[in-house]
């Protein structure tokens, strides 16, 4: 199965883990190129370091609470910021490449501890600490270009940042990021409501009441928000603005008026249509038997 196009990322709704394992050796190839351009070319220890951590950041995404935050959702988040082809390009500046490897890292780390039963930024918070930890043993094992120490200090902010996903910075490499992160907030209702129905199973343990009112709370405050996408030179968001806007509009309606969950309805359809299948297989089965009775009630007549 080879990865959707950019183009495609927009109507895409698939975050299983299945299409994530075939992502998986993609991300590894990126992750080489990046961590060259933050931490400078390889030595046998820091290949090492880098290898195992990889490994281990990329396995953690195949959790079995996630749903929609699999390794899918990273690689979406790669190809919307442009960081899945890493040809030198005329654009490709030493201060592009750099920050395209601190969008990078803050990608593949920003997500990488998630316990949907967390609350308070916990998950945030410890995803920055694996990288921080990631970073300070690279560090401490290899001599590293002086602009690693500024461009560590970007990751951090950006995977910080996505706690209430709004940020004071004038950044730009930060606010694209965050943009990119919320994209599925923009995409067509049908994948919107996917998406929307992905949240609730990774939240599945909270009551069906309780997911009503707090996911409404979470809707309602991004929608008090002047804006939901930073305004950033070269990027025209208007379109997205008015997408998501409809789009959290739409679940809140969903939700407070009509008390469903998306995709609630579909997965009581299939439950009907398998009830209903079950209930026609019994009575054929029935109807089989009270054939053979009546078959061999009716040679024993006939002896």
Request: with cysteine; proline share 4%; hydrophobic share 35%.
């Amino acid at each position: 199965m080879s990865s959707p196009s950019l183009s495609q990322w927009n109507n895409n709704s698939d975050y299983s883990h299945d299409l994530g394992r075939t992502l998986s050796s993609e991300i590894g190839v990126l992750w080489n190129h990046y961590f060259q351009v933050l931490f400078g070319p390889y030595s046998y220890i820091t290949w090492v370091i880098s290898n195992q951590v990889r490994c281990k950041t990329i396995d953690l995404h195949f959790e079995p609470q996630r749903h929609y935050h699999t390794l899918v959702h990273i690689y979406e988040l790669l190809d919307v910021l442009r960081l899945t082809k890493t040809e030198i390009g005329p654009t490709n500046t030493a201060a592009t490449a750099k920050q395209n490897a601190e969008l990078f890292f803050a990608a593949v780390f920003h997500d990488c501890v998630y316990d949907p039963k967390l609350t308070g930024g916990k998950n945030e918070t410890l995803s920055n600490d694996h990288f921080a930890a990631f970073a300070d043993l690279v560090g401490s094992n290899s001599v590293v270009p002086p602009s690693a120490s500024s461009s560590v200090a970007t990751v951090k902010e950006i995977i910080l940042c996505t706690i209430k996903h709004t940020t004071e910075s004038s950044n730009p490499t930060v606010k694209r990021f965050l943009n990119a992160d919320i994209n599925v907030l923009s995409k067509p209702l049908p994948c919107y409501e996917s998406y929307a129905h992905m949240i609730r199973l990774e939240y599945i343990h909270v009551s069906r009441p309780d997911y009503l009112k707090g996911r409404v709370a979470v809707l309602e405050s991004f929608l008090s928000r002047a804006e939901l996408f930073f305004k950033i030179e070269g990027e025209d968001v208007s379109a997205k603005e008015k997408q998501a806007r409809d789009n959290i509009k739409w679940e809140i309606s969903l939700l407070k008026t009509k008390q469903v969950i998306p995709g609630e309805g579909k997965k009581i359809e299939k439950s009907v249509e398998r009830a209903a299948s079950e209930k026609k297989l019994k009575i054929l089965a029935i109807l089989t038997i009270c054939v053979g009775i009546s078959y061999i009630l009716a040679r024993r007549r006939r002896n």
